[in-house]
């Protein structure tokens, strides 16, 4: 069994990116961006020191970082089904605080993935950790709450949503 507990190389994490997010494509952006996907152009990108530091305090947290990461890629691939959806809608990410991807977010994380047991298990672990990461830094990051970012409150009620129906 590996070590779930080891950080893994650089090599090492994108040979699994690239393994996993088939046959999807996957590769790095300078952009400072988290795990995305292309649907259009069946790309799964992110900034390589941004997914070093979420393997980093995956591993730190003593969370299982290939279990966590597998579960991203089913999650981002899984948008081909909605994308329709977001055409139909005609509306993108920014105009409505991010609501139609939390929306789909949804819909992929409690209803598709409804039935499978180890993504509902890696997906609990993994909300559990970003919330309380964030919950911790929250004061810290931002002290005033009228100056905190709206996506922020779009991602708590995301949370709260995966977790009671957990």
Not at 4 to 12: A, F, M, Q, V
Not at 38 to 62: F, H
Not at 151 to 156: E, G, H, I, K, T
Request: charged share 30%.
């Amino acid at each position: 069994m590996r070590d779930k507990r080891r950080l893994p190389s650089r090599k090492e994490l994108h040979q699994f990116m690239v393994r996993e997010a088939y046959p999807y494509k996957f590769k790095y952006v300078t952009d400072v961006q988290p795990l995305r996907v292309n649907v259009q152009n069946r790309v799964i990108y992110v900034n390589e020191e941004v997914l070093m530091n979420v393997v980093r305090d995956l591993v730190e947290a003593g969370l299982d970082w290939r279990e966590i990461m597998s579960k991203n890629l089913r999650h981002e691939k899984a948008h081909e089904k909605f994308f329709k959806w977001n055409v139909k809608w005609g509306v993108g990410a920014e105009e409505y605080g991010w609501l139609t991807s939390y929306l789909t977010d949804i819909v992929i994380d409690k209803i598709y993935f409804a039935n499978d047991g180890e993504y509902q298990r890696s997906l609990l672990a993994d909300c559990r950790h970003a919330f309380e990461k964030t919950q911790r830094g929250l004061l810290r990051l931002f002290p005033i709450v009228s100056l905190r970012p709206h996506f922020l409150y779009n991602q708590a009620a995301y949370w709260i949503a995966v977790g009671r129906s957990s």
